[in-house]
């Protein structure tokens, strides 16, 4: 049985790799928005580490970045603040901009 070989893992725990799509969706979106702040999200099982980036009103977007240090050089280059979702949580804004997402009549 072949239940436990290792397999190779070429793009990581989510299968696709980090490419300059995402790093251009994140600039677009920083760049369309005003007062947008970066949250990192650490790895899970699931995926590599994630940059999430809330506006202003809530509204966000999420994209796979290489790791920490890489989001916070971004961040950085961009002069956006830049916050660890581990310590501080997610922003209230967000949460609000879901809800009223949620309560839009489609």
Do not use: C
């Amino acid at each position: 049985m072949a239940w436990f070989r290792r397999r190779p893992r070429s793009s990581g725990p989510g299968g696709r790799p980090v490419d300059q799509a995402d790093l251009d969706h994140l600039t677009q979106f920083i760049r369309t928005r005003r007062g947008v702040e970066a949250f990192v999200e650490p790895r899970t099982t699931v995926t590599e580490t994630t940059v999430l980036l809330v506006a202003h009103d809530g509204e966000w977007t999420r994209r796979r970045i290489g790791s920490p240090e890489i989001a916070r050089r971004f961040a950085h280059q961009l002069s956006l603040p830049i916050y660890d979702v581990r310590l501080l949580g997610y922003p209230q804004r967000m949460r609000d901009y879901n809800a009223r997402q949620k309560r839009r009549p489609a």
